[in-house]
């Protein structure tokens, strides 16, 4: 399997729920609002023997119309229309920004319009209920209508290669996803392993709905990593967006 990491940038955010641009070339952490933690944005995009598929989708920036995810899949030399699948571990808005994006006449259009996109489906409805500030729920109105929308319950098998699984520890109704073709196998944990650091540390993150369980499942998988000799795929790791033992 071929893996792409789509990088969106570096970004601080803190108790706000705004992700600020960083530079680590030319800003200091220090100098952000006490608390503020430093991460990267990767969705990434995975070809398979079948498939063409996109872990997540950004913040969903546009640069002169254009979102920047777009930008970064022709930079890897593909088409946005090629992406047959989109896997969402949850919906906050920096994994969620780029499933719509706002066309010329400022109406919001689902951005892989020829992807079948697989959310988890109480996921879907806590969104919706609205009052969350890591949420926008108006852009997923669009995705809730569209035709192509899977939702998803618990445990269970996409096709021949796709594995996910109900892990609920970031959010309440978080998902993780198993790739295994060959003698491979890629994991991509979502927020519940976001950086190879956190898999290596015993710690609760403020952060996580249940912080308990997100801390006993990054040490499950570490240790079944071990075993089955997984590819880890990491979403806001700066300097280790893949790592296998």
């Known amino acids: 399997m071929k893996i792409i990491p789509l990088s969106e940038g570096s970004f601080t955010i803190d108790h706000t729920k705004v ?4 530079d680590p070339q030319k800003d200091k952490l220090q100098e952000r609002p006490k ?6 944005i990767q969705p990434f995009l995975i070809e ?38 989109v896997l969402m571990s949850h919906l906050h808005r920096d994994h969620a ?16 319009p020829q992807a079948d996109h697989y959310i988890n489906s109480k996921e879907f409805d806590f969104v919706m ?7 926008e729920v108006g852009p997923l109105k669009i995705v809730q209508l569209f035709e ?5 319950d618990n445990e269970g098998q996409i096709g021949e290669t796709i594995f996910y699984k109900h892990s609920g520890g970031h ?15 890629l994991f991509f944990g979502g927020d519940e392993a976001p950086q190879l650091q956190q898999l290596k540390t015993k710690f609760i993150a403020k952060y996580d709905s249940d912080g ?20 880890f795929l990491f979403y806001h790791d700066i300097q280790t967006p893949i790592f296998s033992h």
Not at 53 to 82: E, K, R
Not at 148 to 152: F, G, I, M, R, S
């Open 35 to 40: 608390g503020s933690l430093l991460v990267e």
């Open 129 to 135: 209920q609205g009052g969350n500030a890591s949420y």
């Open 97 to 112: 920004g780029g499933l719509t994006f706002k066309d010329s006449f400022g109406n919001s259009q689902i951005s892989f």
């Open 212 to 231: 308990k369980r997100a801390m006993e499942l990054r040490q499950q998988w570490w240790e079944e990593s071990m075993q089955g000799g997984w590819k």
């Open 171 to 185: 959010s309440p109704f978080h998902q993780v996803f198993w790739v295994k073709e060959k003698n491979e196998v």
């Open 19 to 22: 992700f600020v641009p960083f």
């Open 148 to 152: 192509k929308l899977h939702l998803l």
């Open 48 to 85: 398979t023997s079948n498939d063409l598929l996109l872990l997540d989708a950004g913040l969903g920036f546009q640069q002169n119309g254009v979102l920047q995810l777009f930008n970064s899949i022709s930079d890897a030399g593909y088409s946005p229309s090629d992406v047959t699948k």
